[in-house]
């Protein structure tokens, strides 16, 4: 299946030398997946809600600082390959051209709601994320906006004491105060002060009850109840009153999902491949597939391998957070580490990951031996 069908042809756009509040207002106005930003009408890249919250609040900050490059889409491209490169982009919207022409664009949302009814084949625990980054109820906002920047997600589970779900804060939630604090301040009114904004606690903006999900249900539920919403994720919920955060799956999970194989060869992906240095793609793939052959009894279907830049560095080089995950016949395995720069920060990743790996294969065994020992008990 190609994207033919599902190209959209209605668009936001503006220009590289547009200012920021300009942009926030297309954003509150008209509530995008994302913008196209033009220079004399050819295409530079584009502006997620994300980027929003990483431009620190600047209303002067032009259209050309906040763009993202994301990948241009042949009309007639396979639908299953878009999902790859917007998953590797880390966007939600991509151009689409007829030759050299901008014919529209291709958003998440589109292929998802294009391959809906084939998702009930998944379920979430298959592809949720299980390493949980969350915050507490009286954490302030400006502690939230630096947790969803230093770890380049979106959304956080927000918990009370006891460590229970009690509610949600995103992008979208900070984003929404900030322009709504932004129009007060034009109307003179100083209690929507920028540093009283970031004092506040995360309970003041967080969305509660929390829209969830659970485990064992089908990515088909998961996805329509996304979109029933309005949001872009659930957060995953288990244990007594389904109160205990297991995880959070998001449209782009599924999207990933989308990319899975069932070929012999291991299909990994890599989000933010820019940040490659010193590393290459084959390297990545090679050091995965050693570390997978130490326990042969595991099939992996798929590996991811997420690269995120902080704005620290060292003698020039930024430090980097590599993120690696398995889908696997054993579950999913994960590992993460932090170095200065892709190969430092992925050999670090893959150090972690290949513990829980030897450990996965030495609980099997000794579950393996365990139940040789029971069984000659038996026949005694």
């Keep these: 299946m190609d994207i033919t069908d599902i190209v959209m042809t209605e668009f936001v756009e503006v220009d590289v030398d547009e200012r920021l509040a300009k942009v926030r207002a297309k954003f509150d106005e008209q509530n995008p997946r994302g913008v196209i930003v033009t220079d004399d009408g050819a295409y530079e890249g584009v502006i997620g809600e994300s980027e929003l919250v990483k431009s620190r609040i600047q209303d002067d900050t032009k259209a050309s600082v906040l763009m993202t490059s994301a990948p241009r889409v042949d009309h007639h491209e396979d639908i299953r390959e878009v999902a790859r490169l917007l998953v590797e982009g880390d966007v939600q919207i991509a151009p689409v051209f007829r030759g050299d022409s901008l014919a529209g664009i291709i958003t998440g949302d589109a292929i998802l709601t294009a391959v809906l009814e084939n ?67 034009h109307k003179g009114d100083r209690s929507g002060d920028r540093d009283r904004m970031l004092d506040l606690p995360v309970e003041n903006l967080m969305s509660s009850p929390v829209v969830t999900a659970t485990p064992d249900e089908s990515v088909e539920v998961a996805v329509q109840r996304m979109f029933d919403n309005e949001i872009s994720g659930l957060v995953v919920t288990a244990g007594e009153g389904q109160q205990a955060v297991a995880g959070v799956v998001t449209k782009t999970d599924v999207l990933r999902a989308l990319t899975f194989t069932e070929e012999e060869t291991m299909d990994v992906q890599i989000t933010n491949v820019e940040l490659l240095d010193t590393i290459k793609r084959e390297e990545i793939v090679d050091s995965i597939t050693q570390v997978v052959d130490k326990y042969q009894e595991m099939n992996v279907m798929h590996a991811h391998v997420r690269f995120h830049e902080h704005k620290e560095k060292l003698r020039g080089t930024p430090l980097i957070q590599a993120q690696i995950r398995l889908r696997t016949s054993h579950g999913q395995l994960a590992g993460s580490g932090e170095g200065y720069g892709a190969n430092h920060a992925f050999h670090v990743a893959l150090d972690k990951l290949e513990r829980n790996v030897l450990e996965l294969k030495g609980i099997n065994a000794d579950k393996e031996y365990r139940g040789q020992l029971l069984r000659k008990l038996n026949e005694i």
């Design 119 to 185: 998702l009930d084949a998944l379920i979430v625990e298959q592809i949720y994320s299980e390493d949980v980054i969350n915050i507490a109820a009286k954490s302030t906002v400006g502690q939230a906006i630096n947790r969803l920047r230093e770890h380049g997600i979106s959304r956080l589970p927000v918990v009370d004491d006891r460590g229970s779900l009690d509610g949600v804060i995103t992008t979208h939630d900070i984003v929404d105060f900030v322009v709504r604090d932004h129009e007060r301040q």
